[in-house]
C-alpha cells in the first residue's frame, strides 16, 4: 500500500490555469509579433513607394511640372470690321480655321457665367489648390474598383492645363503628372486668370471655343448681354457638346441647363427667385443648323481681304503661303477694312439676283458671268466687289473681279494708247487721223493694220472722234507713233499691271486690248481711277490696318499713290470718254442727273465685255462673259447695262459735278496719209455723227 500523499485538487486546477493564462499570453504575443510584422511591413513598403514614387517625381516629373500661360498662345478667331454710316467700327464677319475663338477678358465675362461653370465643374475651385483632393481619392478608388485608368476628378485647373499642353491620353502617369502641374500652377496664378483662361480655352460644340464665340453663335448676343438662363445653357453644353448643343436638342440642352440651375441654387450662387425666373425663361437659339452654316460662307469682299492680307503677310514677314494663313484664321487679328455696306447692297441687289443680269436671245447651257469693283478713286479704297452672279455657295472660289483674268478690248485704248499718246504730246483731242484700210495707210512697225468692227472707214476724222467712236485703225496708227515698248513700260510702271506677259509688248494687245492672258477688274478699275484723281495713280486697297487684340498694330496699308498723268492729261481722256457716253459707244450706262464718263470693251468673237465707268465720286469696273468662252448673244453692252444698274442707287441723292474741263491745244496732222486741204477741211466740216448702233471691236 502505497504511502505518497495524494494531489490537492486545488493544485492541479491552479496548475491548469497557470498553463492556459501562458497560452493566451503566447498567443497574444503572437499577434501582437503578427501585427507588429504586417505593421513594419507596411510602413516599410509605404516609405519605399514613398522613395520610389519621389524618385519617380524628382526624375521623371520634375522637369515638365512649370506651365506658364506665356508660353501657351490659344488659336483665336481674327475679326473683320466696317464703318457703318455713322463713323462707328462693326463687327463684319469672325474669320476662323479649326478654333473659332474670340478671347474675352475676366472683366467682360458675367458673374453668372463665371458661377456656372464653378458649381457645375468644380464646385470646391475657390477652396483647393489645384487639385480637389476629395474628388482625386474618390476616384483613384473608382480606378481600382473598376479596374480602369481613367479615372476623372479633373479641377478646372487641371482641365485648363490638358486644354493648353494638348496631353489627353488616359493614363495614370499623365494625371499624375497633371496633379503636380496644378499645385505648382496655382502657386503663380490666381483664380481669376485661370477662369480667364479657361472660359475662353473650352469647347462649346459648333466649331466654338470660348464662352464669347459660344454667346455669339447660339444666341446671336454680345457676352455681357447673356441672361442667367443662357449663361446656364451654353455652360450646360461643354459636359457634352454633341449631346447638349442647342441646334441638334434644344429638349436636351434645356435639361442639363435645368441641372446647372439647380446646382447653383443648391451652392448658394444665385436664390430662388433667379432659379426659378432662368428655369422659366424659354431659350431661343438665333440659328438652325442651315443658316448657321450659310453664315461661314464669306463674301467676295471678304475673300479679297484674306488674299491681300495673306499676301502681305508673307511679303513683310518673309513666310510662305500656309504659315501667312494660319496666322490671319488664328492670330485673333482686327482689320479695319473699306467695305461699304450700302454700296455692297446695291451691288449685290443686281448679282445675287439672277433675273437682274441680261438674257442672252440665244439660249446656253452656262450662266452669263460678271463680276464688278467699285473704287473711290481718291483714296482707292475698295468700297464693294462682286465676283460672280447668283448666290455665292462656298468659300474661296474663283473671284472673277480679283484673279480671273480676261483681254479687255477696246476698254485698254484710253490707258495703253490715247492716255500715254496725249502725256507725251503726241495727239490732242483735235489731232486729225485718216481711218482707212491698209491700201491707204501703212503703219511703219508693222505690215499688220486691224479692220473695224463695222468694216467701214470714215475718212479723215479727229482723235476724239476716233475715241469716242473706238475706231480700231486710228488706235493702231496712234500705237505705231507712241511704240509699243512705251505703251507697255507705261501700263506696267506707272498704272500697275501685273498681269501683262511679254507677248503683249506688241500691236494688237495694246491697241485692241486682245491681251494674251488679260488683266483682272480690279486693275482696271484701278487704273481709271487716276483720270478722276487728277492723273494721280493709287492702288486699291481692300484693309486699312491689322492690330491684335489688344489694338497693337501689326500690318500698316497707308495711301500709295504716284503721279501716272499730268493733271491735263486725265482732264482730256475725261472728256473724250464723257463723250463717249454721251452720244458713242457708252450709251447705255448714262445716269440721270449725274456726269459719267466710261469705254466699253468687246473681244474676239464677242466673248468678253466691259464697261469702265467714271463719275466725280465713283469708279467701278465690270466685266461680263462665260467661264468657258463663247459668243454673247446679248443686244447691247451688257456690262454697261450692269454698271448702270448698281451704279444708278449708289449716286441717288448726290449733287451732280463736272469733270474738271481740259486745255485741249490746237490741230497737229500726224497720221494717216492726208492727201490735200480739202480732205482735212472735208473731214472736219462733216464729221462723222455717233451710229445708230454704235459698233465696236
Known sequence: MSTKPKKNVAQ????????????????????????????????????????????????????????????????????????DTEGNW???????????????????????????????????????????????????????????????????????????????DATVQRKLLEIFQALEFEKKYDKDEILEWYLNAVYFGEDCYGVNSAAKTYYGKKLSELSLAECASIVGITNWPSKYDPFISQKQNKDRQEV????????????????????????????????????????????????????????????????????????????????????????DAIYKNLEEIPKPYRSSKQQLQSSIVVMDPFTGNVLGMAGGVGHKNGNLLLNRA????????????????????????????????????????ALSGTSWLPNNADYTYRGIMKVRDALRLSVNTVSAQILDKLGTTTSFEYLKNKLGFTTLVNDDNSYAPLSLGQLTNGVTVREMTQAFASFVNEGVFTYSRTYEKVTDKNGNLLLDNPVRSHVAWKANTAYNILNMLQSAVAWGTGGEARLPNMTVAGKTGTTSYNWDRWFVGMTPYYVAAVWTGYDINENIAIGGNPAAQIWRKVMGPIHEGLENKNFPYPAVGGDTRLFGDLLNEWEIQEGIATPSPPPEAPAEP
Open 90 to 168: 462693326q463687327e463684319m464677319v469672325t474669320l476662323s480655321d479649326t478654333q473659332n475663338r474670340i478671347w474675352v477678358d475676366s472683366e467682360e465675362i458675367p458673374k453668372y457665367m463665371k458661377d456656372a461653370i464653378v458649381a457645375i465643374e468644380d464646385k470646391r475651385f475657390h477652396k483647393h489648390k489645384g487639385v480637389d483632393w476629395y474628388r482625386t481619392i474618390g476616384a483613384f478608388f473608382n480606378m481600382f474598383l473598376t479596374m480602369k485608368d481613367d479615372f476623372g476628378g479633373s479641377t478646372i485647373t487641371q482641365q485648363l492645363i490638358k486644354n493648353l499642353t494638348g496631353k489627353n
Open 260 to 347: 446647372v440651375l439647380r446646382v447653383m441654387y443648391e451652392q448658394g450662387k444665385i436664390n430662388f427667385e433667379e432659379y426659378n425666373t432662368a428655369k422659366n425663361e424659354v431659350l431661343v437659339p438665333v440659328h438652325s443648323q442651315d443658316e448657321q452654316r450659310e453664315n461661314t460662307i464669306y463674301n467676295w469682299y471678304v475673300e479679297a481681304i484674306i488674299s491681300d492680307i495673306t499676301r502681305d503677310l508673307m511679303s513683310r514677314k518673309g513666310i510662305d503661303k500656309n504659315s501667312a494663313s494660319k496666322l490671319l484664321y488664328n492670330g485673333g487679328y482686327r482689320i479695319y477694312s473699306f467695305y461699304n455696306p450700302t454700296i455692297q447692297n446695291s451691288i
Open 402 to 441: 480679283t484673279d480671273s483674268t480676261r483681254p479687255p478690248g477696246s476698254s485698254f485704248k484710253p490707258i495703253a494708247v490715247y492716255g500715254p499718246a496725249l502725256e507725251y504730246g503726241l495727239i490732242t483731242q483735235n489731232t486729225l487721223v485718216k481711218d482707212a484700210g491698209p491700201d491707204d495707210i
Open 12 to 83: 492541479v486546477a491552479g496548475k491548469a490555469a497557470d498553463l492556459g493564462a501562458e497560452a493566451t499570453l503566447g498567443t497574444a504575443r503572437i499577434i501582437l509579433n503578427t501585427i507588429a510584422t504586417v505593421f513594419l511591413i507596411i510602413v516599410t513598403t509605404g516609405l519605399l513607394f514613398t522613395c520610389i514614387f519621389a524618385y519617380y517625381v524628382k526624375t521623371c516629373l520634375t522637369g515638365n511640372l512649370d506651365v506658364s500661360l506665356s508660353d501657351y498662345s490659344l488659336a483665336e478667331s481674327s475679326i473683320i470690321l466696317y464703318k
